[in-house]
């Protein structure tokens, strides 16, 4: 716990953008600024503090932007930072900025970025989930991810369209590095024969036998849902497998960035303008080394310790639903 209110802050958006991202920073700058602390906008999350590329923020520097995917702010990934001394240069010139609190918006390499800021330096921080992937423990949403699935679904309700008029076999390929929270959603929800998930919801014979059942029934054209997982462009390996197995061509549609862009849903910017506004009132209230969440609908502390160690689980429930209703 800090003893006092930090009488000024910064705020950076880190690791893979997510659109909502801006809506989180608006939130964090006029809350911060309506409470009476200066805001510092930091640019290129991680590695633009290292560099010193920050500057002051006002109610004008993020009008207009609730609407606008990506983030203002820009993003990036920052491997230079699992390093100790680029770690103190990062706490130096936060403390030269006289910054005492920091909000870091991002996903669980930007919490474990925050949380060893905070054990190494003493910096006071708060972490907004952010990532399209929804894989953070601790919360049941992520800024982002909505509108991701919704961009993934639009996708795959066209591929629809075409499949059924030529009678094909579509896969889809999906953002997951790590986790099928996207794949399985938009699996359900565009009706995947198959949905594959890195934590391995189907193989590739299962696969076949779904089409084949399909078949059966009088089905002609099929979708099956793949996180990209390790490797873009996995849903190729797929296809060349099922040919192999069992001679059906499948056509691949690797979505990729696309999701992460895009004006954010409704459902992401109101989630991104509650978590923006917790994050400032946490810092207010001397909390640190916690990211703020959501449970039950409520907005809640998380440790970022808990966040960054712990594994969220894409629900059995969701992949038996997948499965069941695949049939
Ligand atoms: O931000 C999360 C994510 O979009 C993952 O779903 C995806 O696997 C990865 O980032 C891609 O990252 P990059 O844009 O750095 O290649």
Known sequence: MANTAPRKIGVLTSGGDAPGMNAAVRSVVRTALNAGMEV???????????????????ASSVANIIQRGGTVLKSGRCPEFLKADVRALAANNLRNAGIEGLVTIGGDGTFNGAHTLFVEHGIQVVGVPGTIDNDIFGTEETIGFDTAINTALEAIDRIRDTA??????????????????????VGVAGGAEEVFIPENLANVDQAIQSIKRGMARGKSSSILVAAEGQKQGRAYDLAEQIRRKAGFEAKVCVLGHIQRGGPPSARDRILASRLGFAAVRALQQGLSDIMVGVQAGQVVPVSLQECTTKKRRVPNELIELAQLLSH
């Open 40 to 58: 510092v906008g930091i640019y290129s999350g991680y590695s633009g503090l290292v560099a010193n590329k920050m500057g002051s923020f006002t």
């Open 164 to 185: 059924a008029s030529h009678d094909r076999l579509f896969i889809v390929e999906v953002m997951g590095r790590d986790s099928g929270f996207i794949a399985i959603d």
